[in-house]
């Protein structure tokens, strides 16, 4: 303890000695500027970070990829990241660089826009947006919508089922019903998906993909992959989503988020753009435009979706979502990856 | 000893000091560089608990793995080599209209990114899955690694002994099992070890078709647990894996066939005429470029044209000049580190094939574990971290090993009295290097080259990783929008990545005309 107290203060101490090394050097004339390291796709976030820039004369740069990989590049990078924000398709790649002590504390004013249940309990990183796992499935072909997940291992869905067990949305659906459920209830669970024999994929997309084509039934997925995919094939296509009952595991809630790092010297440009993240107008068009909730006006609807309050998901500790070991030991386990 | 002719001497021997000291300076960077990554994975892997490393190597799974890996790799390199040197044999050998045609199209599939083509693959299938799918789409996509290294093999075929054969009434077939195997066999085997370790270190295709390999397993640790030191301790045995099958190599090649003592380098084939097997190959050719080339093509064209989005047309030219350029630094940097190691090989220097090894051992390693061990090492050098520079490097480290094979078959293939004529004449060690055995090798180590050039304009991990910020290439610009399945915006740019790999691709393979100078004087 005494000794990660020491390292922590001698970090404040370097940070803030390069803080006012940096601080010398940059010229004042220079144009103020952030590097973000987004997760979320170019095609969703950059109109807002083009309005940012328009109205705050801030140049952003950006490097875009993919959440997992940029968190695992700003662990390696540590202290000498060039980056300032850290966006991030779900709570589990936040979480990973949180759990290293890369990111800044928030401020309350900002923590406050959003319910406590969509941050990080070390108040280090903040959602943005809200994801929810659904089931997507063929109008046609399935009349009794399951109620649960569980009735998903019912012997009726045999060979009609479709999953991503690699993806990290299924994982931290799994995750969150090891905390919910306990380790040996998910397994059961995971050993009677197993036996009705699903369709695995790589992607979400695949498995709406593979509804619209006629070969799958019904798949687990985030609630706008629908909507995604019907814009990628410029057409309606044959599937649709649904909630599970209300507070069923199934109905979990994964968000996407922003964090600080800590070795950022911009602190206040940083904290104006994760600001601007949670405005009213920001918010508004994410779930007109990329159909995702907000997690500041939790009553809007995005199109064709059900109400985000009526979805009534478990208390899922987003936190814990860093760590998915236990949770890939055990569909190692059960022989899903 | 006239003072003059003394003086030239002195000249001419420093020069060859000069040489020496530089071709040990480049394999000895090549080493350096080798060893970057893979201290990096050592450094990781030390750092973990001995018991999270043995539940991960001890579970079961695991042995699934090593077999599938394994198993993989070889049935995949089996097939790769015999599509390749069959489409070789066919396209050196048999008279074929529009030949440069057939063969910039036989060599262009590896220009199109794994997971790009898999896709495609499986929008025509979408029942496509499994092991022998990843088997298909793999070999359909390596294939050209031996294809490009048999031709330039069969380039230096000496084909006198081939008119002897023919006159003794061998058939073609026996022909080629007596004359043209023992000739070119060293080429076809630096390949085939091209196509293992892309199968080793491939993620797009067997993530999509759902096979479990040691890249999958490495890709799904860093994404699911964040847990670098087991990644680190796959990586090392995927290290230790393309290790043996790189000795495996060097077993099958054969110093002793490589030269042959002929002084007339180049006699002229005479293409086969026979009606039913002009047939047979152009249905091979057919069939082969339609499933490698012509229908990945034609699904990204009908996507394109189905779903009409508009073109950003200044987007797609500066993603296209920023991927020329930083592929094309990164193969230059890589072949003059991979010349002066394929000449030092030459001479039996043991540096040199230690070289040449750890730049073959690091070639299997993932993108992802190349990209984050350059970006612990680069991120501490702030003014180099994610500059073009930094990329380029990156490229050449990647592959490199891509280089070194063809270099060095190339060069071996010189014929070594026509050196030993040239220092007769009285040319140093550098002239004959120079005017006699690069010249010679030229086409071996062009299509070295062009390898480097196209797998680094298809490289995503690392690119994304290491790019300036805002640097978007074509392989980033089709991740943008295939990473929110949007196939239609992101078929242009893999169109256009396509169509830049085939310039160079149809440039370097039209009838070499030093050749033809040299046949008809």
């Keep these: 303890m005494k000794l990660k107290a020491r390292l922590v203060g001698l970090s404040t101490l370097i940070l803030a000695s390069a803080a006012l090394i940096s601080g010398c050097s940059s010229s004042p004339s220079a144009e103020e500027s952030l590097t973000i390291y987004s997760g979320r796709a170019e095609e969703y976030i950059a109109p807002f970070l083009q309005q940012f820039s328009a109205e705050t004369g801030i140049k952003l740069d950006i490097r875009y990829g993919d959440s997992a990989a940029l968190a695992a590049q700003l662990l390696e990078e540590g202290e000498n990241s060039p980056a300032d924000l850290f966006l991030s398709q779900d709570a589990g790649s936040l979480g990973a660089v949180s759990d290293f002590d890369l990111l800044q504390k928030l401020p309350s004013d900002l923590l406050t826009k959003v319910d406590a249940?969509?941050?990080?309990?070390?108040?280090?990183?903040?959602?943005?947006?809200?994801?929810?796992?659904?089931?997507?499935?063929?109008?046609?072909?399935?009349?009794?919508?399951?109620?649960?997940?569980?009735?998903l291992t019912n012997?009726?869905?045999?060979?009609?089922?479709?999953?991503?067990?690699?993806?990290?949305?299924?994982?931290?659906?799994?995750?969150?019903?090891?905390?919910?459920?306990?380790?040996?209830?998910?397994?059961?669970?995971?050993?009677?998906?197993?036996?009705?024999?699903?369709?695995?994929?790589?992607?979400?997309s695949q498995i709406v993909e593979a509804i619209d084509a006629g070969q799958l039934d019904l798949g687990l997925v985030n609630h706008y992959y629908v909507w995604e995919v019907s814009e990628e094939l410029g057409r309606s296509i044959k599937a649709k989503i649904d909630f599970f009952a209300?507070?069923?595991?199934?109905?979990?809630?994964?968000?996407?988020g922003a964090g600080i790092l800590k070795s950022s010297s911009k602190t206040d440009l940083a904290q104006r753009f994760i600001e601007f993240l949670l405005s009213d107008g920001i918010q508004k068009e994410v779930v007109n435009k990329t159909h995702e909730y907000s997690l500041v006006f939790p009553d809007l609807t995005p199109s064709g979706v059900p109400a985000f309050l009526e979805i009534k998901s478990p208390a899922v500790d987003l936190t814990s979502l860093s760590d998915l070991k236990r949770t890939q030991n055990l569909l190692i386990k059960v022989g899903l990856i | 000893m006239p003072q003059e002719l003394l003086e030239r001497n002195t000249a001419a021997l420093r020069k060859i000091g000069t040489l020496q000291y530089f071709l040990y300076l480049a394999s000895l960077l090549a080493v350096l560089c080798a060893a970057l990554p893979l201290a990096y994975l050592l450094n990781r892997a030390t750092s973990s608990d001995a018991d999270s490393i043995s539940t991960v190597l001890l579970r079961a799974k695991s042995i699934n793995v090593l077999v599938t890996t394994l198993t993989l790799t070889a049935v995949v390199t089996l097939g790769a080599v015999l599509v390749g040197v069959v489409l070789a044999w066919i396209l050196n050998h048999v008279s074929i209209r529009n030949m440069t045609a057939w063969r910039a199209?036989?060599?262009?599939?590896?220009?199109?990114?794994?997971?790009?083509?898999?896709?495609?693959?499986?929008?025509?299938?979408?029942?496509?899955?499994?092991?022998?799918?990843?088997?298909?789409?793999?070999?359909?996509?390596?294939?050209?690694?031996?294809?490009?290294?048999?031709?330039?093999?069969?380039?230096?075929?000496?084909?006198?002994?081939?008119?002897?054969?023919?006159?003794?009434?061998?058939?073609?077939?026996?022909?080629?099992?007596?004359?043209?195997?023992?000739?070119?066999?060293?080429?076809?085997?630096?390949?085939?070890?091209?196509?293992?370790?892309?199968?080793?270190?491939?993620?797009?295709?067997?993530?999509?078709?759902?096979?479990?390999?040691?890249?999958?397993?490495?890709?799904?640790?860093?994404?699911?647990?964040?847990?670098?030191?087991?990644?680190?301790?796959?990586?090392?045995?995927?290290?230790?894996?393309?290790?043996?099958?790189?000795?495996?190599?060097?077993?099958?090649?054969?110093?002793?066939?490589?030269?042959?003592?002929?002084?007339?380098?180049?006699?002229?084939?005479?293409p086969f005429h026979s009606a039913k097997l002009r047939l047979v190959s152009y249905l091979f050719l057919a069939t082969y470029v339609s499933l490698s080339l012509a229908l990945p093509l034609m699904l990204l064209m009908s996507r394109f044209i189905s779903n009409q989005v508009e073109l950003d047309f200044a987007g797609l030219t500066s993603a296209t000049f920023n991927t020329v350029s930083a592929a094309a630094i990164g193969a230059v940097i890589a072949v003059s580190i991979a010349l002066p190691v394929g000449v030092l090989l030459q001479q039996g220097s043991r540096l040199a094939k230690l070289a040449d090894a750890s730049v073959l051992v690091v070639h299997s390693l993932p993108g992802i574990v190349m990209g984050l061990a350059l970006v612990a090492l680069g991120s501490q050098v702030g003014?180099?971290?994610?500059?073009?520079?930094?990329?380029?490097?990156?490229?050449?480290?990647?592959?490199?090993?891509?280089?070194?094979?063809?270099?060095?078959?190339?060069?071996?293939?010189?014929?070594?009295?026509?050196?030993?004529?040239?220092?007769?004449?009285?040319?140093?060690?550098?002239?004959?290097?120079?005017?006699?055995?690069i010249p010679l090798a030229a086409p071996g180590i062009l299509s070295g080259t062009l390898l480097i050039f196209l797998a680094a304009m298809k490289e995503l991990p690392a690119t994304l990783m290491l790019r300036p910020t805002g640097f978007e290439t074509l392989a980033t610009e089709i991740w943008n929008y295939t990473s929110i399945s949007r196939f239609s915006e992101a078929a242009p740019y893999a169109l256009t990545l396509v169509l830049v790999a085939a310039i160079p691709t149809f440039l370097i393979n039209r009838p070499d005309r030093s050749e033809n100078a040299r046949e008809s004087s």
Excluded at chain 1, 246 to 256: A, L
Excluded at chain 2, 223 to 252: H, K, P
Excluded at chain 2, 383 to 398: C, D, E, H, K, R
């Design chain 1, 155 to 204: 012997s009726e869905w045999k060979g009609r089922i479709g999953i991503a067990p690699t993806n990290g949305s299924f994982q931290a659906f799994v995750t969150a019903m090891i905390l919910n459920r306990g380790e040996s209830a998910t397994e059961q669970w995971l050993k009677g998906i197993q036996q009705n024999n699903p369709k695995l994929y790589e992607k979400n």
């Design chain 2, 105 to 270: 199209a036989t060599v262009i599939p590896i220009a199109i990114p794994s997971y790009v083509f898999t896709y495609c693959w499986m929008t025509l299938n979408p029942g496509l899955r499994g092991f022998w799918a990843a088997t298909l789409v793999l070999i359909l996509s390596t294939a050209p690694f031996v294809t490009l290294a048999t031709l330039a093999a069969l380039r230096r075929v000496d084909w006198s002994q081939y008119e002897v054969a023919q006159t003794l009434g061998l058939n073609p077939l026996k022909t080629f099992f007596k004359i043209t195997v023992p000739q070119i066999r060293n080429q076809v085997a630096a390949g085939a070890l091209l196509v293992a370790l892309y199968v080793l270190s491939d993620f797009g295709a067997v993530a999509l078709l759902g096979v479990d390999t040691f890249t999958r397993a490495i890709s799904n640790l860093y994404r699911g647990s964040f847990d670098r030191s087991t990644a680190a301790v796959l990586s090392l045995l995927l290290v230790a894996i393309s290790a043996v099958i790189i000795s495996l190599e060097s077993r099958v090649r054969s110093d002793s066939e490589a030269r042959r003592a002929s002084t007339k380098i180049v006699a002229e084939i005479k």
């Design chain 1, 117 to 151: 249940k969509y941050q990080s309990s070390k108040q280090d990183w903040i959602g943005v947006t809200g994801r929810v796992r659904v089931f997507a499935y063929s109008p046609e072909r399935v009349s009794n919508l399951p109620k649960s997940v569980d009735d």
């Design chain 2, 383 to 437: 003014w180099l971290y994610q500059t073009l520079g930094l990329l380029a490097f990156s490229y050449a480290l990647l592959f490199m090993a891509k280089g070194v094979g063809s270099v060095r078959t190339a060069l071996a293939k010189v014929p070594t009295n026509l050196l030993e004529i040239s220092t007769t004449l009285g040319q140093n060690k550098v002239q004959t290097i120079r005017r006699v055995a």
């Design chain 1, 246 to 256: 209300p507070g069923d595991i199934g109905n979990m809630v994964n968000v996407s």
